[in-house]
């Protein structure tokens, strides 16, 4: 395939999946936009649906502040199991040491 078909099948590609379409307007609602940003990237970004850069370090201290708490969470959680196996160990050593107990009682 030749340079110029493979440049207008990527055209047709662009175009036929919307990608051309969203650019133009996004590209026209910067130039009409009366005050210019000063971050016309970040302009276009935003109007793609990309977060802006407050919002994702916004949504990084977020994640990073639900893992701690998911991480505290699991500690916990494996402490509570932890004390429930020891505590059903010990009842059962319990009704072992009772068992134990009431045959020596029915014995004497």
């Known amino acids: 395939m030749d340079r ?11 175009e036929s999946s919307g990608v051309l379409d ?13 005050d210019k940003p000063s971050a016309a990237v970040e302009f276009i970004k935003q109007k793609l649906g990309g977060p802006s850069l407050s919002e994702h370090e916004k949504l990084q201290a977020e ?5 701690r708490k998911y991480d505290e969470l699991l500690a916990a959680h ?6 429930l196996e020891e505590l059903r160990n010990l009842k059962h050593e319990g009704d072992v040491k009772e068992m134990v107990d009431n045959n ?5």
């Not at 110029?4 to 662009?14: D, N, Q, T």
């Not at 020596?104 to 004497?108: F, L, Q, W």
């Open 4 to 14: 110029e078909a493979k440049k207008e099948a990527f055209r047709k590609y662009l």
């Open 22 to 34: 969203a650019l133009t307007k996004v590209l026209v609602s910067l130039y009409e936009e009366s």
């Open 63 to 67: 994640k990073m502040d639900l893992q």
């Open 78 to 83: 494996r402490d509570a199991c932890k004390e």
């Open 104 to 108: 020596d009682a029915k014995e004497m």
